[in-house]
T-cell receptor
């Protein structure tokens, strides 16, 4: 099992460009999440999904959109990139529901917006 | 609004010493998590704590939860260099909507 994978690993954008980050998981998890991590900060939740076809806003959703058309994939889109979106982006997935609901993280995508 | 505070943010330890990292949170929650992150790497799950008085141990690390005090601790026993990393606590607001602390950067020196 590959677990949680993210594509691409690195990307450099110019201000105003758009891009999509892909997250895939092979654990049949219901819940998926997108976080960003900035220096000196913990992770902050951007958007999350509790099942195929659903999405919800997290702590810092502005400037991002997401889609969950298939259970195993969760896409994060930046329509018009800004330098403030320079960050490391992590995707995670979990079973959801009661109990531990432990989140498993992907390797991250390092995004630089010039 | 749920807030999560960790302290200390930086910790330099000598090998063989004991120390505790503290995680305070502002509102009630069902679940508390501890993660480890090595430089340039992803997050690795260490512990999930569900109930008041929960205690979990793995090797030289032990985590505990006091829901009445809204406090979790991560205790390090007889530190070794391999434990050098950044440790995060995170509290579940609902549906896995985690609020993370800023992290404690631990450096263990010989």
């Amino acid at each position: 099992n590959a677990g949680v994978t993210q594509t691409p690993k690195f990307r450099v954008l110019k201000t105003g460009q758009s891009m999509t980050l892909l997250c895939a998981q092979d654990m049949n998890h219901e819940y998926m999440y997108w976080y960003r991590q900035d220096p000196g900060m913990g992770l902050r939740l951007i958007h999350y999904s509790v099942g195929e076809g659903t999405t919800a806003k997290g702590e810092v959703p502005d400037g991002y959109n997401v889609s969950r058309l298939k259970k195993q994939n969760f896409l994060l889109g930046l329509e018009s990139a800004a330098p403030s979106q320079t960050s490391v982006y992590f995707c995670a997935s979990s079973w959801g529901g009661q109990g531990y609901n432990e989140q498993f993280f992907g390797p991250g995508t390092r995004l630089t917006v010039l | 609004e749920l807030k999560v505070e960790q302290n200390p943010l930086f910790l330099s330890m000598q090998e063989g010493k004991n120390y505790t990292i503290y995680c305070n949170y502002s509102t009630t929650s069902d679940r508390l998590y501890w993660y480890r992150q090595d430089p340039g790497k992803s997050l690795e799950s260490l512990f999930v704590l569900l109930s008041n008085g929960a205690v979990k141990q793995e090797g030289r690390l032990m985590a505990s939860l006091d829901t009445k005090a809204r406090l979790s601790t991560l205790h390090i026993t007889a530190a070794v260099h391999d434990l050098s990393a950044t440790y995060f606590c995170a509290v579940d607001r609902s549906q896995g909507n985690l609020i993370f602390g800023k992290g404690t950067k631990l450096s263990v020196k010989p």
